[in-house]
Every structure is written in structure tokens, then in C-alpha cells.
């Protein structure tokens, strides 16, 4: 039998190819990377416990190459083709994100690895957004729109006859998948020349810079890549420090002792010469690069909660108040590993110490009592998805200042699904499943 190469290690070569793409591109991004890097090395120089928790936990070696991205498509056979393409890297669909409401004219799930072991491996994620040309008012722009992308091909023509030959033969020999990556990075490179004229471009702008950002151009260009850091408020006051202007404030929830969720940050959107199809020069701010902090994975119960004080804290333009009252408002969100598992507001992974292979106890005893006794550890699930505030804060930091108007349109998943070709997967379910697997590997009930 032939020998394949895994969809980890595609998914890892991929996410390096594009990485080294985008700090070509965007040498900012570079910086970046550099800067995330020193944070977490003194992260980890200062706290032994940290370093010996995510060594035991297996979630060390994922933190160098951790990055997400982020990409729009304008049409339903572009995102049905990218399942096709993430699939094979191990790639599937979680989470579903309408930010509509939010006055972003899109929908949007994240391509991710969904098994513990793959996401140890490497977690690389795109979120990615589908343009919603039905909220475009005026219908001969719409119309004009549609055949822009009706026209134009995303891929090319090796990327689709490799995709059709791994649904045949079921992988890549090492040959092929150096291909596979070669050409699948295509998709995603940024064109300065635009397949519109300058009128076309504009009316599209007019409407919304994130309709003419998704239509004018030959491919979906990775618009940024975000490294993870452990300390993103050293980080965000670090940046200006290398010349990046870091965006206001801090999206997501406060520093806390056990961090939850995602806290993100981002820097604005670089102004890039593009050249119109008509001749003529202009200009397009797009891309731009993110820094994240993960923590853990909240429960439905945890997630209301985080919700509501959320919505209760609102936001603000200083970042250091807007912490400050965030601060103040979460102090109601319990901000210790046994309470949050105790009133079952995050995610947890058990597994046995030596002592606790060796000792045994019953099925039913107290998982707390087990920690207590040095038998069990309870590792925090780390958040892999996003949240649809911190993202539409995101979108609107690199869609100007001026204020956006809201689109009222209803959620829409299930016409998200239609486009996409399947359902997106609940990311609840996943990580519900990955802790009752822990417990029964650890013998517990
Ligand atoms: C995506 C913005 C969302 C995040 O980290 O929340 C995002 C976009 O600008 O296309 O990447
Ligand atoms: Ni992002």
C-alpha cells in the first residue's frame, strides 16, 4: 500500500507556507511574531509552574507554531470549495458566526482540527466569512456583484485536480502534497492589480470597504495571521514600543487568574497600492496582523454568563479603564479552577497522576477529593473557536473609524450550510466529548 502523508502534517506545512507568505507581504507581521515570541519565553522564564503544567498537559509544543487566519469569499461554491481544500488538512467546519448584527455584512465558521491529538499537533484555524450580497441595497450593484464573482476562479486549476485525486485515492504521496501546498497557498496571496475598473471598485466601496475587499480582487487574500501569547497586555503595551500601532483596547474578557476565552488585539489595516483593470492607480487597507490570548473553553452556562457581563461592561475607548471596568464588572465570574468546575462554567481534561494509576479508587468517587489526594489532574481545556463581539470589533478597527450601519437581516445558518455543503459542527459538543472521554479513561463515571 502506498504510504500517505498525514492531514497533520499537511495542515502543519500549510500553515507555515502561509505564515511565511504573509510576512513577505506584510513584514509587520514578522515583527510581530518576533514580539509574541519574546513575551512568551518571559512568560514561561517567570513561572516554572506554568512551563510543568503545559509539559504534563502535552500543550507546549502547539504554543511556537499556534496561529489563526482569516479569509472572506464571495460565493457559495467558493466556501464549499474550501471545505473540500481544509478537509484534507484535517480542517472542518465549527461554529457558526453571524455578524450582521453587528453591522459586518457577513457570516462566517472556523476551519479547524476537531480531535484532541490534532489539535495538540498543530491547532491552525481559519475563520472564515461569507459575503452576504443580499444585504447590498442597490439591486444593480448586487446584480453587478454576483457576475464579478460568478466569473472568477479562486483556485487553480491544479489545486481543484488535486483536490478531486485525494477524494480518490484518499491522500498525497510526499510529492504530491509538496504540491498540494504549493498550489493551495495560491488562494490566499494577496493581487495588488484588482479584476474591476476604478467605478466599480468604488460604488462597491461605497456600499462597504468589506463587499469591495471581497470582490475586487482575483483570489481571497489572507487578510491577517494571529500568533498566541501568553501575556497580551505585555504585549499590546510592547507594540508601539516596534513601531506597531496596536488597536484601542483590548477585545474579550479581562486579565483574570484563570484566563477564559479569548482576549484579542489587533493593529490597523495597512494602506497598499493597488492598480484598477482600467489602469489607474488607488489604494485598498485590508490586511493587518492580530495578536491572541487563549484561555479556557466556558460551558454553555459559563458562556451566558460571560455574555451578559460582557453586554453589561459595554466598551470603551481607553484601554486601561476599559480593563479596569471590566475587571470590576467579572469579579461575579468565579476566577479559580475548582470553582469553575464545581459550578460546571468551563471545560476541563482529567488524566490519572502515577500515584492515582497506581492507587485506583471506585467509579464514583469525588473528582475533587481525587485532586485533593494528588490522584487526578484537571488540565483547562483551551478555547479554539471565536467570539463574535471581539471579531466584529476586529472587522470594524480595519473598516475605518466612521460608524457602520447595522443589517437587521436574521441569522442565517441554514443557508450558511446550504453554501457550505454541510453542517457546521457545534463546538460545545466537542469539547462536552473530550471531557467525558477523559473521565472514562481515568475510570470515573
Ligand atoms: C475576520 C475577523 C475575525 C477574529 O480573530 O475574531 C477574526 C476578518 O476580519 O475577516 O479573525
Ligand atoms: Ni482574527
Keep these: 500500500m502506498q504510504k500517505f502523508v498525514s492531514a497533520d502534517a499537511l495542515r502543519e506545512r500549510f500553515s507555515q507556507a502561509m505564515s511565511a507568505m504573509y510576512q513577505q507581504e506584510v513584514p509587520q507581521y514578522g515583527t510581530l511574531l518576533t514580539l509574541v515570541a519574546e513575551v512568551n519565553q518571559q512568560v514561561l522564564a517567570q513561572d516554572s509552574a506554568l512551563v510543568e503544567r503545559l509539559t504534563a498537559a502535552d500543550e507546549l509544543s502547539r504554543l511556537s507554531v499556534e496561529r489563526h487566519g482569516a479569509i472572506r469569499v464571495g460565493s457559495a461554491q467558493e466556501l464549499n470549495t ?3 481544500l481544509f478537509a484534507i488538512m484535517g480542517m472542518y467546519p465549527v461554529g457558526y458566526y453571524d455578524l450582521a448584527p453587528a453591522g459586518v455584512p457577513v457570516h462566517s465558521t472556523a476551519f479547524r482540527p476537531v480531535a484532541a491529538d490534532a489539535l495538540r499537533r498543530n491547532p491552525f484555524r481559519l475563520f472564515t466569512s461569507l459575503l452576504r450580497l443580499e444585504l447590498i441595497e442597490d ?26 485525486l485525494h477524494q480518490q ?3 498525497f504521496d510526499e510529492q504530491t502534497a509538496a504540491e498540494f501546498v504549493r498550489e493551495a497557498l495560491e488562494t490566499f496571496r494577496w493581487h495588488r492589480q484588482t479584476t474591476v475598473d476604478r467605478a466599480t471598485y468604488y460604488a462597491l466601496h461605497q456600499q462597504h470597504r468589506l463587499i469591495a475587499d ?11 495571521l494571529t500568533p498566541r501569547t501568553l501575556d497580551i497586555d505585555r504585549a499590546q503595551a510592547l507594540m508601539p514600543e516596534r513601531g506597531i500601532v496596536p488597536k484601542a483596547i483590548i477585545e474579550g474578557p479581562p486579565r483574570r487568574q484563570v484566563p477564559i476565552l479569548l482576549r484579542q488585539t489587533s493593529f490597523k489595516a495597512l494602506e497598499e497600492p493597488v492598480t484598477f483593470c482600467d489602469g489607474g492607480e488607488g489604494s485598498h487597507t485590508a ?35 476599559h480593563q479596569q471596568h471590566l475587571a470590576d464588572i467579572f469579579q461575579d465570574f468565579p476566577d479559580n479552577e475548582r470553582l469553575l468546575r464545581q459550578q460546571q462554567l468551563a ?4 488524566r490519572l497522576t502515577e500515584k492515582g494509576r497506581q492507587q485506583g479508587f471506585p467509579p464514583d468517587a469525588d473528582k475533587e477529593a481525587l485532586i485533593d489526594q494528588g490522584l487526578l489532574v484537571a488540565d483547562p481545556q483551551i478555547y479554539e473557536d471565536f467570539l463574535p463581539v471581539s471579531a466584529a470589533g476586529i472587522f470594524q478597527s480595519n473598516l475605518g473609524e466612521q460608524a457602520q450601519e447595522s443589517f437587521s437581516a436574521a441569522a442565517s445558518r441554514a443557508s450558511f450550510e446550504e453554501a457550505l455543503g454541510g453542517a457546521v459542527i457545534d463546538e460545545m459538543t466537542l469539547y462536552e466529548a473530550r471531557q467525558t472521554a477523559s473521565l472514562q479513561r481515568c475510570g470515573l463515571s
Design 214 to 224: 471581497v470582490v475586487c480582487f482575483p483570489g481571497c487574500h489572507i487578510n491577517h
Design 139 to 164: 439591486a444593480a450593484l448586487r446584480q453587478k456583484a454576483q457576475s464579478i464573482l460568478a466569473a472568477r476562479e479562486i483556485f487553480t486549476p491544479r489545486c481543484l485536480a488535486l483536490i478531486e
Design 347 to 350: 471545560w476541563f481534561e482529567y
Design 82 to 84: 474550501l471545505r473540500q
Design 169 to 171: 485515492q484518499g491522500g
Design 287 to 321: 490586511r493587518f496582523g492580530e495578536i491572541e490570548q487563549r484561555g479556557v473553553a466556558l460551558t454553555p452556562a459559563g458562556r451566558q454568563r460571560y455574555d451578559s457581563l460582557l453586554t453589561q461592561a459595554g466598551s470603551g475607548s481607553d484601554n486601561q479603564q
